[in-house]
């Protein structure tokens, strides 16, 4: 899943996997990952990249924040019904639904960073506070999505039901204004 930046553009999901929706939370943490490098790339340069900029403004405008959502409203109330009181999963959730505040206050001071430079036309590395800002945050998304890669997902695929699932991919799509991702298997 190795991608080229060249265009700026990050991949956008495959619609298919919300008929898995643990599946989609993998792809979305590779795409945040993904993100995370190219804002690193981006912090890095001064020259003005208008296409990779709007890309990244545009992932944590709204797919950021969506997959926040997806895991509040959503994701992390299933595994809160769902758990026993031995996968002790009630402290790593509290945790991260901490963490996701402070995400969105960090996103927005990369989005702050990231409209500045587009208004100037000029790469990131031409402010001074774009190794305060950048980096920080990247570290932030990466080690948030390893603790939900190698704890959360895990647990979410030994506790939830098939039923579970399909609600899950359900909830996803249409909060992304798609169809039914089971609509053809009901």
């Not at 545009?58 to 595994?79: A, K, T, V």
């Not at 506790?159 to 909060?175: K, M, N, P, Q, V």
Request: net charge negative; proline share 6%.
């Amino acid at each position: 899943m190795e991608r080229d930046y060249r265009d700026g553009a990050i991949e956008a999901m495959p619609t298919e996997l919300l008929r898995e929706p643990l599946v989609w939370f993998f792809a979305e943490h590779y795409r945040h990952r993904s993100v995370c490098k190219r804002l690193r790339e981006l912090a890095k340069t001064v020259a003005f990249d208008e296409d990779a900029l709007r890309d990244v403004l545009r992932f944590l405008d709204s797919d950021l924040p969506l997959h926040i959502i997806d895991e509040e409203d959503d994701l992390f109330p299933l595994l809160r019904r769902r758990c026993e009181a031995d996968d002790q999963i009630e402290k790593v959730l509290g945790m991260l639904s901490g963490e996701h505040a402070s995400d969105l206050h960090d996103a927005s001071a990369v989005k702050s960073l990231i409209v500045l430079a587009l208004n100037d036309h000029r790469g990131p590395a031409g402010y001074a506070e774009a190794p305060q800002i950048i980096p920080p945050f990247c570290r932030s998304q990466e080690r948030h999505i390893a603790v939900e890669n190698a704890v959360v997902l895990p647990i979410a695929r030994a506790r939830l039901s098939e039923t579970d699932l399909r609600s899950l991919g359900r909830r996803l799509a249409a909060r992304r204004g798609l169809p039914d991702p089971f609509a053809e298997a009901s």
